[in-house]
């Protein structure tokens, strides 16, 4: 049987992010956090900085206009740097379980405020938008990644928080699950067989 390869989006996932409190508190608009998403997924300028298209001050200059923050760009990137925590509480040890059976990847829509190698060394192949030119939901990125990969899209699972994401692998074949946030992709690792007693570990 073919090996079988995890393929993680990071954000939400396996990374805690601030992102909702920050823009709330400092966005005048009445914002929710699919409200925020959809800024994210729908803004052409945040898929440029994404892709490695522009550069931060275009990219801040015009978040700032979208959400009215009344703030420089300087500011504003000095905030964003700050939105991710840090890896959930035990998704290190999961990762570092999981890379003593399977091939561990993670795919992620990022930048060059947030990447962090540490990030990248967790993983036996990290692919990050900025860096590979394309980001999710493209099916063309999922493509990049299966052939950078050398795997069928069958042979490999891929876990992300954004349902246009999950679709547009899906659309290549590849097992795509809609996973928001660490618990939720701990109970589908377990539903689907890569761990073990992962409700009595969440507890615990």
């Not at 954004?162 to 690792?189: P, Y």
């Amino acid at each position: 049987m073919a090996a079988r390869i995890l393929l993680f989006d990071l954000g939400g996932v396996l990374i805690r992010l601030r992102i909702a409190e920050s823009l709330t508190a400092l966005s005048p608009l009445d914002l929710d956090w699919e409200g925020i998403k959809s800024i994210l997924l729908e803004n052409p300028m945040i898929r440029r900085f994404e892709c490695g298209q522009c550069t931060r001050t275009e990219f801040a200059e015009s978040f700032i206009r979208d959400l009215q923050l009344d703030m420089t760009a300087e500011a504003f990137l000095a905030e964003m740097a700050t939105w991710p925590v840090g890896f959930f509480d035990g998704a290190l040890d999961l990762l570092a379980d999981l890379r003593l059976n399977y091939s561990v990847n993670c795919f992620s829509n990022t930048n060059e405020v947030h990447w962090q190698q540490h990030w990248a060394d967790q993983f036996d192949h990290p692919f990050a938008s900025h860096l590979i030119g394309l980001a999710k939901p493209d099916p063309a990125a999922f493509e990049h990644v299966l052939e950078r990969l050398g795997a069928a899209p069958e042979d490999v699972w891929f876990f992300d928080d954004s349902r246009a994401n999950v679709a547009a692998a899906a659309s290549v074949e590849i097992n795509a699950f809609h996973t928001d946030g660490f618990e939720a992709l701990v109970l589908q690792l377990e539903e689907l067989g890569f761990v073990n007693n992962a409700a009595d570990n969440l507890r615990g």
